[in-house]
């Protein structure tokens, strides 16, 4: 059977006594947390795979979407496409004409291909601007190019679909906003293509202009997926605290769980966390890091690892090389379980996490162990 632990460090521990622990060598925890064979740090989060191969388990089905710069390194999206039903590449930046900023994607497609990874085009208006989304809504002339652009780079490109991904639209927008995702919709649906939405995370029907033209009753009528962006709650400007807390997380599938089928539904997961300097001042900007860099930096300074049990996620100070105090958070093990939990919680179809470009083996083992990830390219 499948037996997935995480373990949490007390003072002291380390990897040996783990592997004694557990019965499971040391070099097999190296590899499953990508960590060298280095001193643990109080409260760091180490997944054992303590599993066998005589009892089997029925692993529930899950759709998992990673999106993708088409900067990203090969070796590294390879890593990535065995777990992964959708790759979206972000993206085609729509013009004020309706025509988009043409990318590099054709290497990036054909290899997502041979790992039955369904590519999806991703469009947004350009800078998220909201004159050139009021545009592309209401200009019929400009709509229509557009969608010609649309089809024809989904046909000659291979792409499975298309994600809309329209920010900062006006909130007087919002039924031509539907209009837009029912027309493509209709268009797509014959040609056996698919239409995602990403819709920003919210609690009630109107809120600040980042969402409140996202209709999440519509869009969930109308589209295949629905790809809540729940994170962010910390981000570049904001104070410091988690990017994507669970209980934040689970207040809005409260809210969309009467207006976007479960079956439809799919939430955001983070790859990345913020560092922010203290004492923070509003206006200073915080530093985007990986996992994997927010866990090197905790070793380097041997901080100890702290554990928001409401956001269930994971923190920790250190000082700089001129003594001054810095905060980061950042996702591990149990942030990332807390967050799959809820794909089986809330019966939805699956997650979408950003991005893919920074390998974090942690997301990718807790996936593979929870959940048999669907693949849908033959």
Known sequence: MILIIIHVTKPGESLNDLSSLY????????????????????????????????HPWEKLPIEVVG?????????????????????????????????????????????????????????????????????????????????DNIIYILKTKNYYGINVDFEYIFPNDRIAYNDFLKRLTSLLDPMGLKVFSSLAPKVINKNKMLCEAHDYKSHGKLSHRVCLMTYEWGYTYSTPMAVSPVNKVMQVLDYAAALIPAEKTMIGIPNYGYEWRLPWMEGTAATAVTNNTAMEKAVESDAEIRFDSGAQTPYFYHYDKHDKLHVTWFEDARSILAKLDTVNRYKIAGVCYWTTNN????IRFLLRSMYNILKLVE
């Open 23 to 54: 019965n499971v060598p040391v070099e097999k925890i190296c590899i499953d947390n990508n960590i060298d064979n280095r001193k643990l740090l109080t409260n760091q989060a180490v997944i054992i795979d303590a599993s066998d191969n005589i």
């Open 67 to 147: 999106y993708v710069y088409p900067t990203v390194k090969t070796d590294i999206l390879e890593k990535s496409l065995p777990d992964l039903t959708y790759l979206c590449i972000f993206s085609y930046a729509i013009n004020m004409d309706g025509n988009p900023d043409m990318i590099e994607d054709e290497v990036i497609i054909d290899l997502a291909l041979q790992y039955q990874t369904a590519p999806l085009m991703v469009i947004t208006n350009k800078y998220f601007s909201s004159y050139i989304a009021r545009e592309l809504l209401n200009n019929k002339d400009v709509q229509n190019r557009l969608i």
């Open 359 to 362: 390998p974090y083996c942690q």
